[in-house]
Every structure is written in structure tokens, then in C-alpha cells.
């Protein structure tokens, strides 16, 4: 259980063009999902907290404007990378915590999304 | 501040025991969590604990230690596949999870 997909896998585009990545729990409902940016040989970096219904919480130093979240429903969060520039470029994961899980509150993650910018 | 501490690498042998060591400080606390994370992967669910002491699943086991702000990550019986980056995360407070930067395993023949 607790499987979270997100789409697409990679993506390549132009600089200042805009891509969108989903991200899905397909088994369980989440009202709380997270987006995370990965740099090569860096840790994990929360960008925003994303709950359903609501405005996402972003992290200090993370655009709102450049990078649009939407949690339309309980199993589907949309990131959208407004006018990407290569210093976009970047590893995206996002995960999905699973209030099934009690206590243990744990966040399952998407398998990433490849976003380079050329 | 709040802060996460492990090694940055570590190696191994294959059929061996290794031990990643974690230590966290954190504005309260609600657990703390053990990822793997393959290399170019996303990071993939290993344990968690909220209480002190133990918590074994097959080959690897997860101890905490909340007085000593402490946990480790026990892999027995280490394989090649075990290679990969161990990322140790506390959860706040606020139910925020804050990550350590990993720490790459190499586990050599």
C-alpha cells in the first residue's frame, strides 16, 4: 500500500517555457503532500507543504509565483515551474503523507521527476 | 537551531554489519525516520521510531535514544544492493520533517 506516482519521470524544455509535474496517491487519500528539490549530491529540500483545499506553504526563499502548487483533491498535487531557466534544473519529488498511518505519519514519496532546462 | 548530523560516507563489505550513525536536534520532536535512497532515485521508506530502544525489520534494524538525541541504522548481512545514500530525517514540532544530507554506503566484494 501507500503508492504515490508522479508524472511525468523526466521532462526537457526550453528556457521560459512552463512544465507541470503531477503527483498521485493511488491507494490511499492524501490531505497533505509535500514538494522536494533535489541538487546532484545534496540532500532533500522541502520547497512547499501542500494541503488540500488550501494555499500551499512554501519554504523561505521558495518563489510562490515561479513555482505554482495546486492540491486540488485528495490524491492529486500539481507543481508548475513558471518560466524555467536552467538553474531550474533539478531533480522534483514529492511525497504524500498517509493519515491511515496513525501515529506513525509516514511520507511516501513519488519517484521523482528529472526536469532539465536548456 | 535545529539540525541533522550523520557521516557523509561510509564503507563496507558485502556479507558484513554496518552501523549509520544519526544524531538530531530538533524544536520538539515526533519521530525519527530512515530513508534509502538509491542514486538518481527518490528516497524510499525504511523505518521509523518514536519510542527508545529497538525496532528490527529483517536485515536492518533502527535504534533511538531520545535523551541522547541519537539513532542508528543496523544493516546485517550487507549485499551490493544495500549501496546507496541512508538519509536520516527528524520530525519536528510541527510535523515538519528535517533531513540529514545522507550518508553514501559503499559496500565493496
Known amino acids: 500500500g501507500a503508492v504515490v506516482s508522479q508524472h511525468p519521470s523526466w521532462v526537457i524544455c526550453k528556457s521560459g517555457t512552463s512544465v507541470k509535474i503531477e503527483c498521485r496517491s493511488l491507494?490511499?487519500?492524501?490531505?497533505?503532500m509535500f514538494w522536494y528539490r533535489q541538487f546532484p549530491k545534496q540532500s532533500l529540500m522541502l520547497m512547499a507543504t501542500?494541503?488540500?483545499?488550501?494555499?500551499?506553504?512554501?519554504e523561505q526563499g521558495v518563489e510562490k509565483d515561479k513555482f505554482l502548487i495546486n492540491h486540488a483533491s485528495l490524491t492529486l498535487s500539481t507543481l508548475t515551474v513558471t518560466s524555467a531557466h536552467p538553474e531550474d534544473s533539478s531533480f522534483y519529488i514529492c511525497?504524500?503523507?498517509?493519515?491511515?498511518?496513525?501515529?506513525?505519519?509516514?511520507?511516501?514519496f513519488g519517484p521523482g521527476t528529472r526536469l532539465t532546462v536548456l | 537551531g535545529q539540525n541533522i548530523d550523520q557521516p557523509t560516507e561510509m564503507t563496507a563489505t558485502e556479507g558484513a554489519i554496518v552501523q549509520i550513525n544519526c544524531t538530531y536536534q530538533?524544536?520538539?520532536?515526533?519521530?525519527l525516520f530512515w530513508y534509502q535512497q538509491h542514486a538518481g532515485e527518490a528516497p524510499t521508506f525504511l523505518s521509523y521510531?518514536?519510542l527508545d530502544g529497538l525496532e528490527e525489520k529483517g536485515r536492518f534494524s533502527s535504534f533511538l535514544s531520545r535523551s541522547k538525541g541519537y539513532s542508528y541504522l543496523l544493516l546485517k548481512e550487507l549485499q551490493m544492493k544495500d549501496s546507496a545514500s541512508y538519509l536520516c530525517?527528524?520530525?519536528?514540532?510541527?510535523?515538519?520533517?528535517?533531513w540529514g544530507a545522507g550518508t553514501k554506503l559503499i559496500i565493496k566484494p
Open positions: 530538533t524544536s520538539g520532536f515526533n519521530g
Open positions: 491507494d490511499f487519500q492524501a490531505t497533505t
Open positions: 521510531n518514536v
Open positions: 530525517a527528524a520530525m519536528d514540532s510541527n510535523y515538519q520533517l528535517i
Open positions: 501542500s494541503n488540500e483545499g488550501s494555499k500551499a506553504t512554501y
Open positions: 511525497s504524500a503523507r498517509d493519515p491511515s498511518g496513525g501515529e506513525t505519519d509516514t511520507q511516501y
